[in-house]
């Protein structure tokens, strides 16, 4: 369980990174499925060149051009993420974390994908909130990233801004695809305050839909493979018609009989 240090901390800052938190045989086989699933091209897959981020592929006919950039739907994808998503401390973390008793979802249209960060074709990801591009009642929403290798800041790991899950920014501040502007004054003192999210293989972050975050491209020769799903308690639904409700949200954890 969480200690009341470790959730005061989460709900200060907007993340929370635990350390070791699954058997590196669980790791091993998500990412051997994962790898197996990058090498043969399994759908869905989202390419760099779809998103055309800072330092990807211009199309997918240029050199790169079917680097992927996400493997989609991945609790879909093997048993071994669904098991991962599942996972009954996860959910007993989550559910401290929501500060809640009641059921819990995984939502199938956000995250819900390994991320791969490949050589070479790498792009970087700007300053933004997830929320931003989700519709749900409540913009309260925790993801849980899981490191199936070394992240730093040589291959790309997340880089966050300290309890900034708990400002308001004016929509002026951001540009047309919903990231942070770029030479705003106000922004670049926001983003002085960024910290690495550095993690290890088996290391979870923890970290809400508010909170802004980003990430460079991996500078390494190796690719870098993560987990990410996106969790909501009950109640707090997608908005009928947005992305966000265009799949079903699963049920992970359901709330004891006492707790009801």
Same mark, same amino acid.
């Given at each position: ?7 005061? !901390? ?16 669980c790791l091993d086989e998500m990412q051997h499925v994962a790898v197996h699933h990058l090498e043969n091209h399994i759908s869905p897959i989202e390419f760099e060149a779809d998103l055309k981020y800072p330092g990807a592929p211009d199309s997918s006919n240029a050199p790169g051009g079917k680097t992927s950039r996400r493997l989609l739907q991945a609790? *879909? ?32 249209? +956000? @995250?819900?994908?390994?991320? &791969?960060?490949?050589? &070479?074709?790498?792009? *970087?990801?700007?300053? @933004?909130?997830? !929320? ?19 992240? !730093? ?11 900034? @899950?708990?400002?308001?920014? @004016? ?10 502007? !770029? ?48 969790? +909501? ?11 966000? *409700? ?15």
């Amino acid at each position: 369980m969480l200690t009341h240090s470790e959730i005061s !901390n989460f709900n200060k800052y907007g993340f929370l990174i635990k350390r070791m938190y699954l058997a590196e045989s669980c790791l091993d086989e998500m990412q051997h499925v994962a790898v197996h699933h990058l090498e043969n091209h399994i759908s869905p897959i989202e390419f760099e060149a779809d998103l055309k981020y800072p330092g990807a592929p211009d199309s997918s006919n240029a050199p790169g051009g079917k680097t992927s950039r996400r493997l989609l739907q991945a609790y *879909a994808r093997d048993l071994s993420f669904q098991r991962w998503a599942k996972n009954h401390t996860l959910g007993e973390n989550l559910r401290q974390l929501f500060a809640t008793k009641n059921d819990l979802f995984l939502s199938q249209c +956000h @995250h819900n994908c390994v991320m &791969t960060k490949a050589k &070479t074709y790498s792009s *970087a990801t700007l300053w @933004h909130q997830d !929320n931003r591009y989700w519709s749900f009642e409540e913009e309260n929403l925790v993801s849980v990233w899981l490191a199936l290798g070394d992240e !730093n800041k040589k291959n790309g790991c997340l880089y966050v801004i300290p309890g900034s @899950h708990r400002l308001e920014i @004016h929509p002026e501040r951001f540009n047309e695809a919903l990231f942070l502007k !770029n030479n705003d004054v106000q922004n670049e003192l926001l983003i002085k305050n960024a910290e690495a999210a550095e993690l290890q293989k088996g290391d979870v972050l923890f970290f809400h839909s508010r909170l802004f975050h980003a990430a460079e491209r991996n500078n390494t020769s190796e690719t870098k493979l993560s987990v990410v799903f996106t969790y +909501h308690e009950s109640g707090n639904n997608p908005i009928i018609g947005s992305r966000s *409700a265009e799949q079903p949200s699963i049920q992970i954890s359901r709330a004891s009989k006492s707790d009801k």
